[in-house]
């Protein structure tokens, strides 16, 4: 898990905070906001914790009833889904405790984001392109021509990255 906690860098010290809170009858929310389940995870184990409400951020949640708000969100092309939202949910925001913390995969630039999705996109195309060969022409000859890839492959690595011919 990587990101930031704006209130509270230290989530040992911020999950005491929060239990000791909770037991001051004062009311918290977690609020996830996940696409495939990982950020939802730790907003589940975080609310197990600390004994509080946990709700997804496309809930409807009346956020101005709680006085601490957690939100947990997953990072998605250096974005934050469903944060702005929840925000301008809460109307009181001065008299509030928020803390906000991402999930997300440390050590991938915004342009290895770009490029990872842009293979993602070409090779969806190659696809598409490989199926619609098929379709208009005999596979006796398409299937050779697709599976010349392999030789430019052992070719191109051989010019540009100065590997050898392995068998
Ligand atoms: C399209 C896409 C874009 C992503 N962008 C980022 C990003 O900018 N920074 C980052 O740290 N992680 C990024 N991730 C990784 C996700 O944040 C990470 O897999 C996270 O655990 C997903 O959480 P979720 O399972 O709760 O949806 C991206 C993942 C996908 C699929």
């Given at each position: 898990m990587t990101g930031g906690l704006l209130m509270n860098r230290n989530p040992r010290t911020e999950n005491t905070r929060i239990t000791d809170e909770v037991q001051r009858n004062m009311r918290t929310v977690i609020v996830y906001g996940s696409q495939y389940g990982t950020a939802k995870r730790y907003a589940e184990a975080l609310a197990g914790r600390a004994g509080s409400e946990i709700r997804s951020h496309e809930d409807s949640i009346?956020?101005?009833?709680?006085?601490n708000i957690v939100y947990i969100g997953a990072l998605y092309t250096g974005g934050v889904p469903g944060l702005k939202k929840t925000l301008s949910d809460i109307h009181d925001l001065q008299n509030k405790k928020i803390v906000i913390a991402t999930v997300g995969l440390a050590g991938i630039s915004r342009r290895s984001w770009l490029f990872l999705i842009l293979s993602g996109l070409a090779t969806g195309a190659s696809w598409l392109c490989y199926y619609k060969a098929l379709q208009i022409g005999e596979a006796s000859k398409v299937v050779p021509i697709d599976k010349l890839s392999v030789v430019i492959t052992l070719v191109l690595a051989f010019v540009f990255l100065n590997e050898e011919f392995t068998t």
């Open positions: 009346n956020l101005d009833a709680y006085d």
